[in-house]
């Protein structure tokens, strides 16, 4: 498995979660890591993004200033922390890896991203 993905749970509005995603360590060493969610009957949208070096980062307007993204080379895991959240935040959460390697690349299109994680659940109650 590439990815895992975990963390996800059922939360009330204005509280927090993290997120954490797995990688092996392959991956983790060459690419540029992604959040991105899909809600029933939505597409799937880019939420946030990490470059390979840890040094840019890239969210959704939608998460700006309430997520953050980070990285632990240690342990080989992206985190997505979770705050302020709102139940149009509820959403099945898949991480991703890109593997074009770069230092600075933490794009926002989908399309780009090579590998993806089996998702998990985050549902917030009003």
């Known amino acids: 498995v590439q990815l895992q993905a975990s963390g996800g749970g059922l939360v009330q ?10 990688a ?12 991105f969610r899909q809600a029933p009957g939505r597409e799937r949208e880019f939420v946030a993004s990490i470059s390979w070096s840890g040094g840019t980062t890239r969210y ?3 998460v700006k200033g309430r997520f953050t993204i980070s990285k632990d080379n240690a ?13 149009e935040d ?5 991480c991703a890896a890109d ?4 230092r ?5 299109l989908l399309e ?12 917030v109650s009003s």
Do not use: N
């Open 13 to 22: 509005a204005g509280g927090s979660l993290r997120l954490s995603c797995k």
């Open 24 to 35: 092996s360590r392959r991956t983790y060493s060459t690419s540029a890591m992604g959040w």
């Open 60 to 62: 959704a307007d939608s």
């Open 75 to 87: 342990k080989d895991t992206v985190y997505l922390q979770m705050g302020d959240l709102e139940p």
């Open 90 to 94: 509820t959403a099945v959460y898949y």
């Open 99 to 102: 593997r074009t390697f770069s």
């Open 104 to 108: 600075s690349r933490a794009t926002q």
């Open 112 to 123: 780009s991203y090579d590998f993806w994680g089996q998702g998990t659940q985050v549902t």
